[in-house]
């Protein structure tokens, strides 16, 4: 066995239990062992649409250092925190405060969010543990995409991979903050919501958070599972066929301690067309979606709400 699989579902009558399944990418250097990895990764995106990655080789300074700063960041007063971010980085980069997007979506946080592309035509990011991370969870990113390609069958094993490497790629680096509380909503006595469950519309997205909990995926049946914080681990969560898991936070999980989650969000450059591969349409098997580019998409995000699905508006019609 490759990978310790995941916890078998549990299920009682008001709870529901699951594990995530863990990729163990240490033996990505084993050829051995590589194909069944990679195969374990597809089976995972498929069926889950998130896996845990362990053993993923980014050394603890690269993580905390960028942790410490984030904390540093966060607890400076607010208007230090407007201003810091500064002219280099535009719109709609930079502090933000309960508002998520430009379409009324609000949730219990605070969170820095820059694009992460440190090629020379870009501003610097905010400091060098950021840079350092985007450097260190891009190379994870790519060689997980690699891995995907690999598992899939597809011939050219970069296809993927390629899309975030580009000069032009759209990633972004994002650090939530979500400040203590074990306070239910008081209005709906139900979970505080810290951000409102969405998919993420990237290629993949790679989360790391401190141990405080709150992550939760929704299951094929509706039901929202919690997803056990491990700050030495990245979750992955993937997108495309593999079909993006829908996901949340929760903010009312420590009374104490203040949660902070870190996600490095891999896209494709804005004019890159998102189309299947070829290997994966046939007559039998025709694409479900039109040809649309990232720029497209992005638009179409940002004219609609958090949780609304906008891969329906690329839906080809039977008869396209
Ligand atoms: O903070 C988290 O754990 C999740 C945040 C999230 O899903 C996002 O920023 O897209
Ligand atoms: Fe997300």
Known sequence: MVVASPSPLKRTKKT???????????????DQHRPSLSHLIVEACEEFGIFK?????????????LEKYGLNFFAKPTEDKHSAVGPTVPKPFGYGFRNIGSNGDVGDLEYLLLHANISSTHPHLL????????DAVSDLACELLVLMAEGLWVPDKTIFSRLIKDSQSDSLLRLNHYPPTKMRDPLTNSERIGFGEHSDPQILTILRSNDVGGLQICMPDGLWVPVQPDPNAFYVLTNGRFESVKHRAIANN???????????????????????????VSPLNPSLYKPFTWG??????????LSDCRLNLFKRRIDQ
């Open 16 to 30: 529901k239990a699951v594990g995530v399944p863990t990729i163990d990418l240490s033996l990505k250097h084993d």
């Open 53 to 65: 990655v362990v053993n993923h080789g980014i050394s603890d300074d690269v993580i905390t250092s």
């Open 127 to 134: 400091s060098e543990a950021a840079d350092d991370y985007v």
């Open 254 to 280: 420590s009374p104490s301690k203040a949660r902070m989650s870190i996600m490095y969000f891999g896209a494709p450059p804005l004019n890159a067309t998102i189309s299947p591969i070829q290997e994966m």
């Open 296 to 305: 497209e998409y992005k638009r179409a995000m940002h004219a609609s709400r």
